[in-house]
């Protein structure tokens, strides 16, 4: 079976860091073309946009789009008018409303489109899912607090409209508890901090439930220093799981029983390759869903401004 051709559009930090190295070592994908505005890879075509990308090189069947959230809709919904699958970065978009108008192209074009949650591939959630199946879940307790200074240094996007602020890296969070929760989540409650200079908050609160009032409360912050807090913590009727290192490593009952080396791309891309070959869709908005209820919903208060 011939290699997917395959570009990507948007070459910044996520894209060098992760999806150049996981195309590289995946024998499905033949990296052809690059799309970018202000960066080249040295030894692959490169291009300004995909408008002139796609009309030099119309025989790439596929694009990972690795561009910022704001311009992530125009792109994909460009690729898939000119026939082609499509593979989107986390935030699927800007809004709930993009994807759905991605998704009904997609449908009709019978093309591959598939909104990526890289910690869901994390080596301890599918354990995590597996173990919490049958048990009494009484509480949960989600910490995300990271250093925005060594994550996206000079990443201005992330404070404009449309780029989440410190939601891009909680969604990761919710990406995870959405997928190994048994019951779906409703937004409760929510606390949205945002710097004086910034569009998007540096830090939130949100209280989550479950069926029959399962509490879930989720603490997010950009201003952490020191050691990095990416942990899930779940106390059940029948024993505690803690995930941590955002999903990587798991305990139970401070017994550790999973830990394994980051793969996320990796399995992202081996699970991309089967929907372009099937022109199958894989989108799920529940995690997407929770922030943009936070947005809607959540009261906001002012604090110090951002100094990069």
Same mark, same amino acid.
């Given at each position: 079976m011939s290699?997917?051709?395959? %570009? ?6 996520? @894209? ?5 190295p996981?195309? %590289? ?12 505005? #202000? #960066? ?5 075509p ?6 002139? &990308?796609?009309?030099?090189?119309p025989?790439?069947? @596929? ?11 125009e792109?994909?919904?460009?690729a ?6 499509? &593979? ?5 978009? %800007?809004t709930l409303?993009e994807? @759905?108008?991605? &998704?009904?192209?997609a ?9 990526? +949650? ?12 597996? +173990?919490?199946v ?6 949960v307790?989600?910490?995300?607090k990271?250093?925005?200074?060594? +994550?996206?240094?000079?990443? %201005?996007?992330i +404070?404009?409209?449309?780029g989440?602020g ?19 989540l ?15 908050p540096i ?6 439930q ?11 912050d950009?201003?952490?220093t020191?050691? =990095? ?20 490593? &798991?305990h139970?009952d401070?017994? =550790? ?9 990796? #399995? ?11 022109r199958? !869709? ?13 947005? !809607?919903c ?11």
């Amino acid at each position: 079976m011939s290699p997917i051709k395959l %570009a990507i559009v948007g070459l910044g930090k996520i @894209a060098r860091d992760q999806h150049l190295p996981s195309l %590289a070592a995946n024998p499905n994908y033949q990296l052809v073309a690059v799309a970018s505005p #202000n #960066n080249k890879l040295e030894g692959t075509p490169s291009y300004p946009n995909i408008e002139t &990308m796609l009309r030099e090189q119309p025989e790439i069947e @596929a694009v990972s789009l690795c561009c910022t959230p704001q311009v992530r809709y125009e792109i994909a919904n460009y690729a898939l008018e000119q026939n082609k699958h499509v &593979m989107l970065e986390k935030p699927p978009g %800007a809004t709930l409303n993009e994807v @759905a108008g991605l &998704m009904d192209l997609a449908q009709q074009r019978r093309l591959a489109l598939f909104a990526t +949650w890289h910690s869901r591939e994390a080596a301890a959630v599918e354990p995590a899912r597996d +173990w919490l199946v049958g048990r009494k879940i009484r509480k949960v307790q989600v910490t995300w607090k990271e250093d925005v200074r060594v +994550w996206h240094p000079g990443q %201005a996007w992330i +404070w404009k409209a449309g780029g989440l602020g410190v939601f891009d890296p909680g969604i990761n969070a919710l990406s995870i508890i959405t997928r190994i929760l048994p019951q779906p989540l409703v937004l409760k409650d929510a606390e949205l901090h945002v710097p004086s200079n910034c569009e998007t908050p540096i830090a939130a609160e949100l209280t989550l439930q479950g069926p029959g009032g399962l509490p879930v409360r989720a603490e997010f912050d950009f201003r952490q220093t020191g050691p =990095q807090s990416w942990d899930i913590d779940i106390e059940t009727d029948d024993g505690h799981l803690l995930l941590s290192k955002g999903g990587s490593v &798991m305990h139970v009952d401070g017994k =550790q029983t999973v830990s394994a080396p980051d793969r996320e791309y990796a #399995n992202l891309y081996a699970r991309f390759a089967p929907l372009v070959r099937e022109r199958r !869709m894989d989108v799920d908005l529940a995690a997407f869903r929770l922030v943009a209820d936070a947005f !809607m919903c959540g009261r906001r208060s002012v604090v110090d401004p951002f100094i990069e």
